[in-house]
T-cell receptor
Framework: GAVVSQHPSRVICKSGTSVKIECRSL??????MFWYRQFPKQSLMLMAT?????????EQGVEKDKFLINHASLTLSTLTVTSAHPEDSSFYIC???FGGGNEQYFGPGTRLTVT | RKEVEQDPGPFNVPEGATVAFNCTYS??????FFWYRQDCRKEPKLLMS???SGNEDGRFTAQLNRASQYISLLIRDSKLSDSATYLC????????????FGSGTQLTVLP
């Protein structure tokens, strides 16, 4: 099946710093990628839809100036959490749409802890 | 009301038991339906798609009732390795193709 990687898998940062998370489709091109966030014991919540070559579409309540998304190539999307705060600590997961279909393949996730 | 609702559980069952999970969705425009499995601190993995005619994959059977907007997953002869959180997922197929996740049902299979 299609493979999606994320880097880093785990990051600890201090409050006020910025953190960049990379999502790569390793063996296919993905014009559309999605970014999710999952707090403990809660489900995945879609943050934004990332489209190659255009601006991301953010879900209601997600600050686009705080969560910067760049999808500069067909295999890479990045999420930058700017001026991170402890409440941003979460599990961030990306997914990529495979081919022209509807199936999404998920990355292994990035666990962010802001101290 | 949540778009996708599931019984959070937890379900604790002995090995070999049959267990059923239910899910309801509110958006009647939903067109694709899935069950995902998520292990602790891992990403969700697709378990199976769900079709109106019902479908089976080994010990797993999924059913969809569009009229009632209800989805189910049946696990027969449960194994220890089935312990996980099971996520009901719906998709409104269109230009966005976004997935909406239920909050998950936690299953623990006991020896």
């Amino acid at each position: 099946g299609a493979v999606v990687s994320q880097h880093p898998s785990r990051v600890i940062c201090k409050s006020g710093t910025s953190v960049k998370i990379e999502c790569r489709s390793l063996d296919f091109q993905a014009t559309t990628m999605f970014w999710y966030r999952q707090f403990p014991k809660q489900s995945l919540m879609l943050m934004a839809t990332s489209n190659e070559g255009s601006k991301a579409t953010y879900e209601q309540g997600v600050e686009k100036d705080k969560f910067l998304i760049n999808h500069a190539s067909l295999t890479l999307s990045t999420l930058t959490v700017t001026s991170a705060h402890p409440e941003d600590s979460s599990f961030y997961i990306c997914s990529a749409l495979f081919g022209g279909g509807n199936e999404q393949y998920f990355g292994p996730g990035t666990r962010l802890t802001v101290t | 009301r949540k778009e996708v609702e599931q019984d959070p559980g937890p379900f604790n069952v002995p090995e070999g038991a049959t267990v059923a999970f239910n899910c309801t969705y509110s958006n009647s425009a939903s067109q694709s339906f899935f069950w995902y499995r998520q292990d602790c601190r891992k990403e969700p993995k697709l378990l199976m798609s769900v079709y109106s005619s019902g479908n089976e994959d080994g010990r797993f059977t999924a059913q969809l009732n569009r009229a009632s907007q209800y989805i189910s997953l049946l696990i027969r002869d449960s194994k220890l390795s089935d312990s996980a959180t099971y996520l009901c997922v719906v998709q409104v197929v269109g230009s966005a193709r976004q997935l909406t996740f239920g909050s998950g049902t936690q299953l623990t299979v006991l020896p």
